[in-house]
T-cell receptor
Framework: EDQVTQSPEALRLQEGESSSLNCSYT??????LFWYRQDPGKGPEFLFT???AGEEKEKERLKATLTKKESFLHITAPKPEDSATYLC???????????????FGKGTHLIIQP | DGGITQSPKYLFRKEGQNVTLSCEQN?????MYWYRQDPGQGLRLIYY???????QKGDIAEGYSVSREKKESFPLTVTSAQKNPTAFYLC?????????????FGQGTRLTVV
């Protein structure tokens, strides 16, 4: 069972049509949830970090929210330049105290048509 | 500018050859990571390192090796034992465990077996 599940896999919107991307997670203890944007052939670009349920972060047309089971990335009045793959990742509480990598979802491929 | 530099951007390998991917960072980060990205899949952790001269296996370490002789550098060797090495490889770095900060990524190396 995947620890991080993103939906939908792909989403096509008209310019100005607001929507939300979902990231659900099933880790035993969440230390942080991270959103990234990835353009084709490039490395992921950091967007937001959320640490606790109820937390919200905003940047331009993007707003990320967090509950105990999922996170949403809301996109308001998107533009064609918002087209990208959006990745969600979680970092679990590590009882051993060692640094660990992030566990990523498979991403949502977003296309904004002019 | 501070950042993470991966080289080369494209790499071709013949069957049975070992190849080394370079990753250098000037962010003064202690932790560094290698991920593999395949189409339709999330990023998967290969190896990570918290400090110089120390590293741990991630989820898919078989057929790979790393070294961490300097804080700035974390090269990844893809050995002939890796059965399916064609993929997009991403290096990342972050501040140490305990700060729970985001990871920053390089622009990736696309490896193709010919």
């Amino acid at each position: 069972e995947d620890q991080v599940t993103q939906s939908p896999e792909a989403l096509r919107l008209q310019e100005g049509e607001s929507s939300s991307l979902n990231c659900s997670y099933t880790v035993s203890g969440l230390r942080g949830l991270f959103w990234y944007r990835q353009d084709p052939g490039k490395g992921p670009e950091f967007l937001f970090t959320l640490y606790s349920a109820g937390e919200e972060k905003e940047k331009e047309r993007l707003k990320a929210t967090l509950t105990k089971k999922e996170s949403f990335l809301h996109i308001t009045a998107p533009k064609p330049e918002d087209s990208a793959t959006y990745l969600c990742a979680v970092r679990e509480i590590n009882s051993g105290g060692g640094a660990d990598g992030l566990t990523f979802g498979k991403g949502t491929h977003l296309i904004i048509q002019p | 500018d501070g950042g993470i530099t991966q080289s080369p951007k494209y790499l071709f390998r013949k069957e049975g050859q070992n190849v080394t991917l370079s990753c250098e960072q000037n962010l003064n980060h202690d932790a560094m990571y290698w991920y593999r990205q395949d189409p339709g899949q999330g990023l998967r952790l290969i190896y990570y390192s918290q400090i110089v001269n120390d590293f741990q296996k991630g989820d898919i370490a078989e057929g790979y090796s790393v070294s961490r002789e300097k804080k700035e550098s974390f090269p990844l060797t893809v050995t002939s034992a890796q059965k399916n090495p064609t993929a997009f490889y991403l290096c990342a770095s972050s501040t140490p465990q305990g700060t729970n900060t985001e990871a920053f990524f390089g622009q990736g190396t696309r490896l193709t077996v010919v």
